[in-house]
């Protein structure tokens, strides 16, 4: 955003040009059509939402959404072993712009699997669909006969738990760089959590894992635990699933350094 913003401090330039469409479409893109993963389709008639939340989210609202003749509030909610996303109709009969259909497709990790899908207590067809670190459900669309008028149709998703990361975000001091851990890639897939990640030489940076797997170690990479119970070779705090990483990057002082890490998940 460098009409706005430095890319290396957080501060404005000292010649900025005014907000602008195309500058602060960079900030708002990927918020939604990346994190929320809302798409319109079909001359607006057809809406996608595939949200891809941080490990640590478990809830989300978007609200006022238009498709067709719709306007819709979306909600995700996340807790152990089931999502729930709640699609609510704001306006009642015919309107201008027609029917519409709503597509659901939120991201799950690679190690998870689902159980089942409901739309209002019925169990409805369902794919897979695996989509480089991760998999969607992609659910049966939803139409206006599956909406009803200022009513809410409630799509449940129960499945056992697959493992993500996270990282406290903490933002950097205003005209100071960015000293944060940088997650590039996250995957779990069989037996192994495959992490890319980038962090200042020098410094050791806490990571999270939300998992019902134990983690075990790795080079550089320390296990730790905040109650629960330890397992051979690995640690997690079992009444939350969540188990604590210190990850320790070595290179040239001052200098971003990158790692790929390979941790045993039992």
Do not use: C
């Amino acid at each position: 955003m460098t009409e706005l913003l430095s890319g290396d401090f957080n501060a404005p330039f000292g010649r900025s040009s005014h907000h602008q469409v195309w500058s602060e479409a960079m900030v708002v893109s990927p918020l939604l059509r990346g994190m929320l993963g809302i798409e319109a389709a079909g001359g607006g008639r057809s809406l996608t939402f595939a949200p891809q939340l941080p490990a640590d989210w478990d809830r989300v609202a978007v609200r006022n959404v238009a498709v067709g003749g719709w306007r819709l509030d979306l909600t995700l909610s996340r807790e152990p072993g089931r999502v729930t996303i709640a699609v609510e109709r704001r306006q009642a009969g015919a309107m201008e712009g027609g029917p519409a259909t709503v597509l659901l497709a939120p991201a799950f990790p690679l190690d998870a699997r689902i159980r089942s899908v409901t739309v209002e207590g019925r169990d409805t067809p369902f794919e897979l669909e695996r989509r480089g670190d991760i998999q969607r459900v992609a659910v049966a669309p939803l139409s206006s006969a599956g909406v009803p008028p200022h009513g809410t149709a409630r799509v449940v998703i129960d499945y056992d738990e697959g493992t993500e990361v996270y990282a406290a975000i903490d933002p950097p001091a205003r005209g100071a760089a960015s000293e944060g851990l940088r997650i590039l890639r996250s995957r779990a897939d069989g037996g192994m959590l495959r992490l890319t990640v980038e962090g200042l030489a020098g410094r050791t940076y806490p990571l999270s894992v939300r998992s019902p797997r134990s983690v075990g170690d790795a080079p550089g990479v320390k296990v730790t635990m905040s109650g629960g119970a330890a397992g051979e070779g690995g640690a997690q705090n079992t009444a939350t699933g969540r188990t604590g990483l210190s990850v320790t990057f070595e290179g040239p002082a001052g200098q971003y350094v990158r790692r790929t890490i390979d941790l045993p998940l039992r």
